[in-house]
């Protein structure tokens, strides 16, 4: 038996007197033994890098969608589970004081709602007979949560400030502008693959979820 | 016999007769032997149609087994059965949304809009939006309510949870009491489906969405104008579905129940959401048992300590 780079290993054969010899290889495959077991002996740094190199090359393609099929090609859920921890970390609400209105989200609701909310989005686009498979959704809705996510960012930012009507108004104008940058870009993603008579059935839930969501960054106020 | 003496059989002979087959014979029976003649083709017809009693296929199976090829209606655990409810196109659903709103006498809106192929879809994101929108709306009335008094107002997330379960249980719920009740004692003229109720049920709640918005608007006549508006008209509809099908002795309690409950959850919203409070501005304005004792507790808890100031 040989392995790829041509060593001979005895096999139990050889002892009856045959010798089998031969070459496997195996298209576009690294084609040494230790280029094989590169990724698992590479430094952590390198394994570390790829992977957030592919998310961010997603988040680039969400703002400056040129190449939107890179979100369906190699789908992850990295970029979602980020965005969603960091908006859910952010958005809470404060539980000391209970007399007055109860506040903001606990960091569960939030997470069921974008997760809860994402799964039911995409068994919609499914059920309604959609091609895209159940997680390149998943994945589309979750990194198109990007313009919400830095929307909020602004927001916390502007909330420095002591509030006044005209800075209220800035937060609205962003929230109203990462609610239209978000819902556009997955609904050019998602909206493909249904026919014209169906596209607004497709399209309405997603609207929906940015819509909630970015409800919740303006209402965020603490 | 080879080998058998590996296995000890014994056979009890005084229970010979239970293990004998039992023959027989061909012609002693007297009179005429009733016999199936299996060499003539028998076309087997059954009546399918859902009134007889014992049938037990809801309404639109029982349409497709009658009209389309014979195909087995897929099973309740898989892909397909759903996406058969999902089969709709938007001005489908556009119809079905405007049509639930505007009582029609004469006109089922059952028989002409949801008969053939009842849907999901509609009433799924129907509640959810209304869910939503009673929470956003709420907050809005309660932030415009407080606003310009020396208040610093705090959204309330909690409007979310508790529309969720009002609304998802009445819409699930009640369809289910329903048709559990005329399954068992209603007549037998005209059968709904339970898929049939929900859509109906769903659809029904659609005009609570813009009214919903409406009540906005903080004048208390008006919130109870717009209330009764709204709750007749799609109440109306739902009357009219259900009227046909339950039997006349019992009509006028259940067709006020149904009513009842959907003028009941309506109210339920406005007073919980949308009324402006008269009392203090700190107390909110929730009746549900589970504010009542959180504000019980905190206000114990929140005297015995200062609190701190935003």
Same mark, same amino acid.
């Given at each position: ?222 | 016999?080879?080998?058998? @003496? ?7 002979? #005084?229970? !010979? ?5 039992? $023959?027989? %014979?061909? +012609? ?11 060499? @003539? ?7 399918? #149609?859902? !009134? ?5 296929? $809801?309404? %639109?199976? +029982? ?11 897929? @099973? ?235």
């Amino acid at each position: 038996m040989a392995c790829g780079d041509g060593r001979h290993v005895r096999s139990a054969y050889e002892d009856l007197g045959a010798s089998q010899t031969g070459n496997i290889t195996i298209p576009n495959a690294p084609t040494s033994q230790e280029e094989r077991l590169d990724t698992l002996d590479e430094p952590i740094f390198d394994t570390f890098w790829r992977d957030v190199k592919a998310v961010g090359i997603k988040f680039f393609h969400v703002l400056y969608p040129k190449n939107k099929e890179i979100l369906l090609k190699d789908w992850d859920l990295w970029g979602p589970l980020l965005l969603c921890t960091f908006m859910a970390l952010i958005l809470r609400g404060s539980s000391d004081n209970i007399m007055e209105n109860d506040g903001g989200p606990e960091l569960a609701q939030v997470f069921l709602i974008v997760w809860i909310g994402s799964i039911f989005v995409t068994l919609n686009s499914k059920l309604l007979g959609g091609n895209t498979s159940f997680f390149q959704n998943v994945c589309v809705l979750g990194y198109c949560l990007l313009p919400t996510t830095l929307a909020l960012i602004i927001c916390r930012v502007i909330l420095i400030y002591s509030q006044n009507t005209i800075l209220f108004l800035l937060r609205l104008l962003v929230t109203i502008n990462g609610f239209i940058v978000a819902s556009y870009g997955a609904s050019t993603i998602l909206g493909n693959g249904h026919p014209s008579e169906r596209k607004a059935l497709v399209l309405y839930p997603i609207f929906l979820f940015y819509f909630v969501i970015s409800w919740l960054v303006i209402s965020h106020t603490s | 016999m080879a080998g058998s @003496s590996l296995i000890d059989m014994e056979i009890d002979t #005084s229970a !010979d007769s239970q293990l004998q087959f039992q $023959e027989f %014979p061909a +012609s002693n029976v007297p009179g005429p032997v009733a016999e199936l003649d299996v060499r @003539s083709s028998h076309t087997l017809t059954f009546n399918h #149609s859902p !009134d007889t009693p014992g049938s037990d296929t $809801e309404g %639109p199976e +029982s349409e497709l087994l009658r009209d389309g090829p014979q195909k087995p209606s897929p @099973s309740f655990w898989t892909f397909e059965f759903y996406q058969k409810l999902f089969d709709v196109d938007t001005q489908t659903v556009v119809d079905r949304i405007l049509w639930s709103m505007i009582p029609r006498p004469g006109h089922s809106y059952l028989q002409h809009h949801i008969r053939p192929k009842p849907d999901l879809y509609g009433p799924f994101w129907i509640c959810t939006t209304l869910i939503f929108a009673i929470a956003i709306s709420g907050n809005l009335a309660n932030y415009l309510q407080t606003a310009g008094k020396d208040f610093h107002w705090k959204y309330n997330f909690r409007v979310v949870t508790y529309a969720a379960s009002a609304v998802y249980s009445y819409a699930w719920i009640t369809p289910m009491v329903l048709w559990a009740y005329l399954r068992w004692c209603g007549g037998q003229e005209a059968r709904l489906g339970f898929l049939e109720m929900m859509c109906v049920y769903g659809y029904s709640l659609s005009i609570y969405i813009p009214v919903s918005i409406l009540w906005l608007i903080e004048v208390d006549w008006l919130q109870w104008l717009i209330l009764g508006v709204g709750a007749a008209l799609s109440g109306s509809v739902l009357l009219m579905t259900a009227w046909p099908a339950v039997q006349k002795t019992h009509r006028l309690p259940v067709l006020a129940a149904v009513l009842g409950l959907h003028l009941l959850l309506a109210a339920g919203f406005m007073l919980c959401f949308f009324h402006a409070p008269h009392t203090s501005l700190t107390t909110t304005t929730t009746p549900q048992p589970a504010a009542v004792v959180s504000v019980s507790v905190s206000s114990t808890s929140a005297a015995a300590q200062p609190q701190p100031q935003h």
